[in-house]
């Protein structure tokens, strides 16, 4: 089976980094940080959202953008981390033969920066950005091998609807930042990176 992992509140546990991440940026653009739960509504966005939401700005310098980003990667690469469970559950699922991959609203520089960071790069078979298409759904109806078995599992609305308006089925990364419309309407709902692999053991008739 092909997986597609979404990244951040997924595989990512960003909350420490992007909150880190958006008060030090905040406070050197002399803008007021607007609160924890705030921040985390926007994780998984594009990031053209995202910066906006954080901000209140109707738009966003390169030149900030660029500053945002040197910031987040010096905190991953000093403190990122994978949710407990996760690196098992992947190791888990190649041993089951699955295909893996990762398909984030992020930038590709910072898709890898956590990968590489968190030493789970080598466990992914390729990864995408859908920061330059139209939708996540989108972007993976780009990449996804026709007629393929194949599965998403993510925390957000966008990545319900990545799987909804691809004909797949969602895995709901409850653990996550997405939030009750998320998970509410979800396939299947894993409290925990852990019960992934049983999760696609069902979905693929095993025991």
């Known amino acids: 089976m092909h997986l597609y992992f979404d990244l951040d509140g997924t595989l990512f546990e960003t909350k420490p980094v992007i909150t880190a991440t958006v008060r030090a940026f905040l406070s050197q653009t002399g803008r007021p940080y607007p609160g924890d739960e705030a921040v985390l509504s926007f994780v998984g ?14 738009s966003v310098s390169e030149e900030e953008v660029g500053l945002f980003c040197a910031i987040e990667f010096d905190l991953v690469r000093k403190t990122g981390r994978l949710f407990d469970g996760t690196e098992s559950a992947l190791r888990a699922l190649k041993e089951d033969g699955h295909a893996l991959y990762v398909l984030s609203n992020g ?21 995408y950005t859908a920061t330059y298409s ?38 709901a990364a409850r ?16 409290a925990s990176p852990r019960d992934i692999p049983a ?6 008739g095993r025991p």
């Open 45 to 58: 966005r594009p990031m053209d959202v995202f910066m906006r939401g954080i901000t209140g700005a109707p």
């Open 134 to 171: 139209p939708s996540k759904a989108h972007r993976l109806r780009e990449v996804l091998p026709p007629g393929a078995s194949a599965a998403f599992i993510g925390d957000t609305v966008d990545d319900l609807l990545a799987a909804r308006q691809n004909s797949l089925p969602h895995i």
């Open 175 to 190: 653990y996550g930042y997405g939030g009750a419309d998320a998970f509410d309407a979800a396939s299947y709902l894993a």
């Open 199 to 204: 999760i696609v053991r069902r979905l693929c």
């Open 107 to 127: 930038y590709i520089d910072y898709i890898e920066v956590v990968l590489q960071s968190t030493g789970a790069r080598g466990l992914f078979d390729a990864i």
